[in-house]
């Protein structure tokens, strides 16, 4: 057996840009998995090319590290300490149970001798078997050595498996060089590379055999093919001879490097876009970044429409002042690197220039028209076909968000919100956001500040679609939560009240997405608005079987509560915690962070535990009491001194705990409970709360409730209890 280093090469027709990068990494770490399988290798750990401290790797023969090449027009790994055959393997192979192998006189039964026999093995192979205690019983195994795999095989099976796994939703078939076989990849193949050190493993894989050759850049290559003398000389080769950087990561650092040297030379900043950086590193294999610009003129235009054009359509990187304004100038990722790159950057330049001018006529017709004169032609675009149309759908916004502003801030918010509902979709009738989906709210703001309407409502037609993903800014001013509270409760109350739920990982109407934004809004806005009540009045919005009402709403909380309860765990809160808070129903979700953080600090205290056990404990008494109890105490009726110290002590600490409650600090209010531990304990060492007596039970049960009720207006403490 010999150790070397492994490289694999398939060399391809351009791969789709937008899935390079996964497509790099799965092929790799595919590879190396398998061969880890067969025993060609040991462990794995991958590379970090851009690594500071990259040359003080480990030397461990046990390790190898894997690194994975991805460009436009190739997929490769290289793996170090790699065996030609892996190690032999000591197997121990349960064949049956004794009673089933062997007869009363210890000889070979038929069904062992068939069993031995479909293993290539005579009657001779009995006396290697041995008697092992398989559970209870006792089964008789084979020893046997496993030959390790040799790296022909291994490989080869390897790289079947990473095409295979290549995560492609679809393949293209094509006709290989004999004119009659086809197969299925996600780009024709025309090389591939397999090489153990200097020596060519003999695998195939696409109608390919492996060899030693591939092909480099093609305008810049020094010649047109590139012969790769040995695994640890290809980045190198193909760096040198065939003006290509293998890496992905080292490809797009180069990229980030020259676009930050380019900009710095003008005083300017690249947009900061890191998805744009991946798409334009998986379109070039020598990147050479060069300055474009454009007329001011279409600077008129609101820089996001020219970013966005710049960046969709041509893969350029605008460049911002110091204020984050957009410039006319903007960088350009060429994969040729001629010596007068002139032609190169006015071919951009009037390839771009069209686009720009196209921006600025969508935004010059589209500022001809109103936003509300647009209103009546929302009532042409289908929403969804049991809510009616999008004009519908923006009247129940308006009666929302009118209701939600009144509670919120009166007549003033309640009217100013109606007004940006009303308007807030107006712009998807317009050119420019029928050309660019993208800018739907943004366009509707700088239209509404064109026609001078107050900001407060501008800034709410653009933010009322916020927060749009996890993490996504809040509206920025109390007009616009309430447009956005408004919009997102439409939506998820419509779609639930005729059905249309998220089901397993399927949700095409993005709900959790709405819910998750509900609910941040509601808390992190501090909103006084009671959560389930909140729902009623939305539904009053719509058309629907008043039956159904009360299930709807109820599935809206329980769905809702769950997206809240991941969120909070997510956030660092514990499940009972969490548990511990949300089972009490709170009407206020903008009360729930309080809430949590005084159940974490009365988790604190030496009396929780036991309070917590208490607390579950006198849960599981009233539980299983038939009728109402009422949570009141006849004093004349206590007997025990046990009873009546906790009597004294809820008289103490109750009126404490409630004050503390009713002015929302949660966590005094339970740390006012820490006085009950040892009168709870005492009652429960001394009292019998099922007396034979009914009118002493019932009293004590009344004591018990009454210490519930004070124990959980915060959380329910049960639920803390191991």
């Known amino acids: 057996m010999s150790q070397q280093n492994l490289l694999v090469e398939l060399f391809v027709e351009e791969l789709p840009p937008k899935a390079l990068k ?100 005579d009657e001779s192979a009995v006396s290697q078997l041995t008697n092992q205690m398989d559970g209870k019983n006792e089964a008789l195994f084979l020893e046997v050595t496993q030959k390790g795999a040799v790296l022909n095989d291994g490989l080869q099976k390897a790289i079947e498996e990473a095409i295979q796994k290549l995560p492609i939703p679809k393949v293209m078939t094509y006709q290989l060089a004999d004119g009659w076989s086809s197969v299925n990849f996600v780009r024709p ?20 055999n492996a060899g030693n050759q591939t092909q480099g850049h093609r305008f810049e290559a020094a010649s047109a093919n590139v012969v790769i003398k040995n695994a640890d000389s290809y980045a190198e080769q193909l760096k040198t001879e065939g003006a290509v950087i293998a890496s992905f990561a080292e490809r797009r650092a180069e990229i980030v490097r020259q676009l930050t040297a380019a900009a710095s030379k003008q005083g300017l900043k690249p947009i900061d876009d890191d998805a744009l950086l991946d798409e334009v590193t998986a379109l070039v294999e020598r990147p050479n970044v060069l300055l474009g610009q454009f007329e001011e003129v279409y600077l ?14 041509q893969k350029y990187f605008p460049l911002l002042d110091s204020n984050n304004k957009l410039t006319n100038k903007f960088l350009i990722v060429s994969n040729i690197c001629p010596a007068d790159p002139s032609a190169v950057i006015g071919g951009n330049e009037r390839v771009v220039r069209p686009r720009l001018a196209d921006a600025k006529f969508f935004f010059d017709q589209d500022r001809k028209k109103t936003l509300e004169s647009r209103i009546s032609s929302l009532e042409k675009v289908v929403y969804h076909n049991k809510l009616g149309s999008q004009g ?28 940006a509902a009303q308007l807030s979709k107006t712009d998807l009738i317009t ?65 639930f009240s005729i059905g249309e739920k998220p089901t397993g990982d399927k949700d095409p109407f993005a709900l959790r997405r709405q819910a998750l934004g509900i609910i941040r809004m509601l808390i992190e806005s501090k909103l006084p608005l009671a959560f389930e009540q909140l729902i009623h009045d939305v539904l009053r919005a719509f058309e629907h079987d008043a039956a ?10 329980e769905f809702c509560f769950d997206r809240l309860s991941v969120n909070l765990r997510e956030n660092g809160a514990t499940a009972q915690e969490v548990d511990a808070v949300l089972s009490l129903d709170p009407a206020l979700l903008s009360e729930i962070p309080q809430r949590l953080a005084a159940v974490r600090t009365f988790s604190e205290l030496a009396e929780a535990p036991a309070l917590a056990a208490a607390n579950k404990r006198v849960s599981n008494i009233l539980k299983k009491v038939e009728g109402e109890i009422q949570a009141q105490v006849n004093v004349s009726l206590l007997q025990e001194p046990a009873e009546i110290a906790l009597n004294n002590a809820l008289i103490a600490v109750k009126p404490e705990a409630d004050k503390q409650f009713e002015n929302s600090d949660y966590t005094s209010s339970l740390k006012a409970l820490a006085a009950l531990k040892a009168p709870v304990d005492d009652f429960f060492d001394n009292v019998m709360v099922n007396a034979e007596d009914a009118a002493l039970k019932a009293n004590r049960l009344g004591l018990l409730a009454t210490l519930h009720q004070t124990m959980n207006r915060v959380a329910d403490l049960s639920k803390l209890a191991g």
């Open 548 to 557: 159904n009402t009360a299930a709807t709403v109820q599935a809206i909380k």
């Open 392 to 419: 519908q759908r923006s009247q129940r916004v308006v009666a929302i968000a009118s209701a939600i502003g009144k509670q919120l801030g009166g007549t003033e918010l309640a009217a100013k919100a109606a007004l």
């Open 189 to 208: 193949a025309h090389g591939l590379i397999a090489l153990h050190g200097s020596d060519i493993v003999a695998t195939s894989a696409l109608g390919l």
């Open 22 to 121: 996964s497509l790099g990494f799965s092929f790799a770490k595919t590879i190396a998995d398998e061969l880890k399988k067969t025993g060609l290798i040991e462990s794995i750990i991958f590379d970090d090319p851009l690594a500071k401290n990259r040359d003080n790797r480990t030397n461990n023969t046990n390790e190898s590290v894997v690194l994975v090449y991805a460009t436009p027009r190739r997929l490769g790994v290289h793996i170090t300490n790699v065996e030609s055959k892996a190690k032999d393997k000591q197997i121990s192979q349960k064949l049956m149970p004794v009673s089933v192998g062997l007869d009363a006189n210890g000889n070979a039964t038929p069904a062992l001798i068939k069993r031995l026999n479909g293993m290539g093995l």
């Open 431 to 495: 050119d420019m956001v029928g050309e660019f989906p993208e800018l739907q709210g943004i366009m509707g703001r700088y239209y509404a500040q064109h026609e001078g309407l107050d900001n407060d409502v501008a800034f709410a037609i653009e933010d009322h679609y916020k927060p749009r993903f996890a993490g996504d800014d809040l509206p920025r001013n109390q007009v616009g939560i309430t447009v956005a509270l408004a919009d997102k409760l439409e939506t998820l109350v419509g779609l």
């Open 300 to 313: 008129e235009v609101p820089q996001e429409c020219l970013i966005l054009t710049m960046k969709a359509n």
